[in-house]
């Protein structure tokens, strides 16, 4: 019986990483972060909602983690921009040696890519980044933000 406990700690672990984040599941896991803003900021956390004047904390309950960060500066003020990245699926079909996006769109292989050897016709589908936001901030306050419709 011993041996599945650390099979059974992992398999929690994995499941608990592919559920999917929202404000409520942050705002309970950081409640003391929460507790810190001002009743207007809560209300707009709560929603998933950001505005100017927020702190990276509120927009962290708010938006959750960014998939990319970048420092830097302006004029005076220190610039922190978070980017978060979506995916969204690209159709196409696989023509045998020559794939939906050009030659070779097969099985990874030691050497790169190798033509379908196994399915050589067939329906084809990647997943394109594609920016879903970004939040600008200036001395560590929200300045500007941007999301896709």
């Not at 794939?99 to 394109?128: F, I, K, S």
Request: proline letters at 7%; hydrophobic letters at 35%.
């Amino acid at each position: 019986m011993k041996p599945l406990l650390p099979l059974a700690a992992f398999s929690a672990a994995i499941l608990a990483s592919c559920a999917p984040s929202t404000p409520a599941a942050r705002i309970a896991a950081q409640p003391q972060m929460y507790e810190a803003l001002s009743s207007r900021e809560k209300q707009m956390v709560s929603q998933g909602q950001i505005d100017k004047g927020m702190n990276t904390d509120a927009v962290y309950l708010a938006w959750g983690r960014a998939s990319r960060e970048y420092e830097g500066s302006e004029g005076s003020a220190r610039t922190l921009r978070w980017e978060y990245l979506g995916s969204t699926p690209v159709y196409g079909a696989s023509y045998g040696w020559f794939g939906a996006y050009g030659w070779g769109t097969g099985r990874l292989g030691p050497y790169g890519y190798y033509p379908n050897y196994g399915y050589p016709y067939g329906p084809d589908v990647v997943y394109a980044p594609y920016r879903r936001a970004s939040v600008l901030f200036h001395n560590g306050r929200v300045s500007s933000w941007e999301k896709t419709r």
